[in-house]
């Protein structure tokens, strides 16, 4: 198996700009798991879906932000409209369960100038 | 108030010494786990520990639970430029209804040849 699969690994994009990322979490993992990363606040958890449904959204930041599943194959976050402070780093993880352990992606690093 | 505090924050050694990296948190988890991220990547899962007082060994690394499942430490015996990252603890809190990790904000650790 690739692991989880994100893309872009990289994203520069202006305020008010809407952005997609895009996520392909482990064929079989039944969680999927959105976090962000920056040095203030480490990784936090944006939402999380359980075979394919979202389960807990209580971690998006805003109404701006918003996560789909629309298969077991794919995830995508959007922000819209992007602002300076949406920079950061933001991840997908996968896993069999809850409790299990997480295999990440290698990130989006968005940048909103 | 972060649920999970690591310390130290940063250290920064010569290979060959070794470090001692913690996992603090007034909150009983039903397990833990630490996590090794290097730079543009995605967190790594090392290690999962379940029961109190349980000691997990990887190579040169010692993972050990406390007996009241409250904290953990990770000790790394005569570290080498390749142990350089950031290391995460992250919990699953007993009882409690989230259903995912809970991370700290890492050590980052530093070995220079």
């Known amino acids: 198996d690739a692991g989880v699969i994100q893309s872009p690994r990289h994203e520069v994009t202006e305020m008010g700009q809407e952005v997609t990322l895009r996520c392909k979490p482990i064929s079989g993992h039944d969680y999927l798991f959105w976090y962000r990363q920056t040095m203030m606040r480490g990784l936090e958890l944006l939402i999380y879906f359980n075979n394919n449904v979202p389960i807990d959204d209580s971690g998006m930041p805003e109404d701006r932000f918003s996560a789909k599943m629309p298969n077991a194959s794919f995830s995508n976050l959007k922000i819209q409209p992007s602002e300076p402070r949406d920079s950061a780093v933001y991840f997908c993880?996968?896993?069999?369960?809850?409790?299990?352990?997480?295999?990440f992606g290698s990130g989006t690093r968005l940048t909103v100038v | 108030t972060q649920l999970l505090e690591q310390s130290p924050q940063f250290l920064s050694i010569q290979e060959g010494e070794n470090l001692t990296v913690y996992c603090n948190s007034s909150?009983?988890?039903?397990?833990l786990q630490w996590y090794r991220q290097e730079p543009g990547e995605g967190p790594v899962l090392l290690v999962t520990?379940?029961?109190?007082?349980e000691v997990k060994k990887l190579k040169r690394l010692t993972f050990q639970f406390g007996d009241a499942r409250k904290d953990s430490s990770l000790h790394i015996t005569a570290a080498q430029p390749g142990d350089t990252g950031l290391y995460l603890c992250a919990g699953v809190r007993y009882g409690g209804s989230q259903g995912n990790l809970i991370f700290g904000k890492g050590t980052k650790l530093s070995v220079k040849p």
């Open positions: 520990v379940v029961t109190g007082g």
């Open positions: 993880a996968s896993s069999f369960t809850r409790q299990s352990g997480y295999t």
């Open positions: 909150s009983v988890f039903s397990s």
